[in-house]
């Protein structure tokens, strides 16, 4: 089992993400997970994290396609890997939501996942042995050769539905997932990932479970102080579909919170739906964000491995 932590995205300078990997990596997390949103660029950050920081596992949770053809990604990709060397860096990917794809990149959603088919086709190819793609899609077309030596990072897709679950079991190394309860994960998403790797004669898919995580003893404290970061997660489509498949009504649910016998007891039961990956986005307050730390990277994590 990894323990991973993810890069809350008001980071918005490079020394600040350098700073912030440096003592996620002295705390004992095994992996530093950067999103792309409107801050940094999550792959130029991680390019300079992965050479001044070099005993963390790296990677995306997660980047757009939108806005990146699948040449200068595979680029960005390799030059990150080629720093980092061999299996230390993942490359997350995802189609984001119909909000972002129409507004900030004038993508339509529509056949979104065609075309996220289409971009795994071609990195298949440009990250593979030949270092080679020749693709003439309906949405894209790639005939390049990338010349860069640099070891092939794992590539993974964040998928929730079931069409890009099938997709990231058949094309990728697994799924990240994000305010997805263990329930849904159990039942709805590491199955069809397993049988759709099975299928295409893939590896075991790796299960990274993304979720806000806080080991605290002021339980309601805690709910209160997360409950707008929620909502404005639960606002977004997917993952109100995601509460509602976990029949859940208040999105502060499924933060895995209390004190560590409670977080132990729901942590255990994302382990039993499949997780394989921890990406925690650890919360509370200065006090409560260290003793989340102390714990996830040391009595669970060493509990998880026994």
Do not use: K
């Not at 999550?42 to 396609?65: Q, Y």
């Not at 995601?242 to 729901?266: F, I, K």
Request: aromatic share 4%.
């Amino acid at each position: 089992m990894q323990v991973g932590t993810f890069n809350a995205m008001h980071l918005g300078s490079v020394a600040g993400s350098l700073e912030w990997a440096r003592a996620a990596a002295a705390d004992g997390y095994d992996t530093v997970w950067f999103p792309q949103v409107m801050g940094l660029d999550a792959l130029t950050a991680l390019a300079v994290v992965a050479h001044a920081v070099p005993e963390v596992h790296l990677g995306t949770a997660v980047v757009p396609i939108q806005g990146r053809h699948p040449l200068p990604l595979a680029l960005q990709a390799l030059t990150v890997a080629g720093i980092a060397g061999p299996d230390r860096f993942t490359l997350g990917l995802g189609v984001t939501h119909p909000s972002i794809s129409q507004e900030w990149f004038g993508v339509p959603y529509r056949g979104i996942v065609d075309v996220c088919a289409e971009v795994l086709a071609a990195l298949d190819g440009l990250l593979g042995p030949d270092r080679r793609a020749d693709l003439d899609g309906e949405h894209l077309t790639v005939h390049a050769t990338a010349m860069i030596d640099a070891p092939a990072p794992s590539v993974m897709l964040a998928g929730l539905g079931p069409r890009m679950v099938a997709l990231a079991g058949s094309a990728t190394d697994g799924t990240i997932t994000w305010m997805t309860g263990p329930a849904t994960l159990g039942r709805e998403i590491t199955p069809r990932l397993r049988v759709a790797a099975d299928g295409a004669g893939r590896p075991a898919p790796r299960v990274v479970v993304g979720i806000p995580v806080c080991v605290t003893d002021d339980v309601a404290g805690g709910r209160e102080r997360l409950a707008g970061v929620m909502a404005r997660s639960a606002s977004m489509p997917a993952y109100a579909r995601q509460m509602a498949a976990e029949g859940l009504d208040d999105p502060v649910d499924l933060v895995v919170l209390g004190a560590e016998d409670a977080v132990a007891a729901r942590l255990g039961e994302y382990v039993a739906a499949g997780m394989t990956e921890l990406c925690a986005n650890v919360s509370g307050n200065a006090v409560e964000r260290a003793r989340t730390t102390r714990f996830l990277t040391g009595a669970w994590r060493d509990t998880v491995r026994a």
